[in-house]
């Protein structure tokens, strides 16, 4: 899995837009970014992935550079039910990959304020 | 839709008791795996399956045992549990290809909080 890069903490204002970072710079090119976070006592949950494009759902954006180095995470509306830890994952997807695990890495404490 | 149910929720043993950590996910996911995570620290990879009747070690497998008879269950086993063994553990499923497009999202149930005394 390519390594990535992210800042151990940001904070949040509560309805501002949150942007999160995460640099790759050695992902090949059949590896794709995910992202997925951990709010306290609770099990990690999947939020976007995405290979070239961006990328939308309900729940964020992702953002992906033209040479796919770098990547950010966008919760356009943060509210206090988003603090959590986001971890950026950069890997093929098994059995592409034959490592199994998901290796979540330290990720980013993101502290939502009212 | 449930997801992926783990029960129970908390569990206290004594060292050398065994007990069974139930996971069931209504997906139709063929992959399933279980995962531990001690305080601080990140997931660590126990067991996986890649469909029923099959799986395989990962990176922590010693004291623990798994069996996948069905694609729906995969409860993970503590033959003789120690105090070592005590953390939280995440069941978790993930679909394989879907429409030829391989996706390998993982989906976690909520945890079971084991404590061994």
């Known amino acids: 899995d390519a390594k990535t890069t992210q800042p151990p903490s940001m904070d949040c204002a509560e309805g501002r837009a949150a942007n999160l970072p995460c640099n790759h710079s050695?992902?090949?090119?059949?590896?794709?970014v995910y992202w997925y976070r951990q709010i306290h006592s609770q099990g990690p949950q999947y939020i976007i992935h995405g290979l070239k494009n961006n990328e939308t759902n309900e729940m964020a954006s992702l953002i992906i550079t033209e040479d796919r180095k770098s990547s950010t995470l966008i919760l356009p509306h943060a509210t206090l039910r988003d603090t959590a830890v986001y971890y950026c994952?950069?890997?093929?997807?098994?059995?592409?990959?034959?490592?199994?695990?998901?290796?979540f890495g330290a990720g980013t404490t993101v502290t939502v304020r009212a | 839709n449930a997801g992926v149910t783990q029960t129970p929720k908390f569990q206290v043993l004594k060292t050398g008791q065994s007990m069974t950590l139930q996971c069931a996910q209504d997906m139709n996911h063929e992959y399933m795996s279980w995962y531990r995570q001690d305080p601080g620290m990140g997931l660590r990879l126990i067991h996986y399956?890649?469909?029923?009747?099959?799986?395989d070690q990962g990176e922590v497998p010693n004291g623990y045992n798994v069996s996948r008879s069905t694609t729906e269950d995969f409860p993970l086993r503590l033959l003789s549990a120690a105090p070592s063994q005590t953390s939280v553990y995440f069941c978790?499923?993930?679909?394989?290809?879907?429409?030829?497009?391989?996706?390998?999202?993982?989906?976690f149930g909520a945890g079971t909080r084991l404590s061994v005394l």
């Open positions: 978790a499923s993930s679909s394989g290809t879907s429409g030829g497009i391989a996706k390998n999202i993982q989906y």
């Open positions: 050695t992902i090949s090119g059949n590896e794709y």
């Open positions: 399956s890649v469909g029923a009747g099959i799986t």
């Open positions: 994952i950069v890997r093929a997807p098994f059995p592409r990959s034959n490592d199994y695990k998901l290796s």
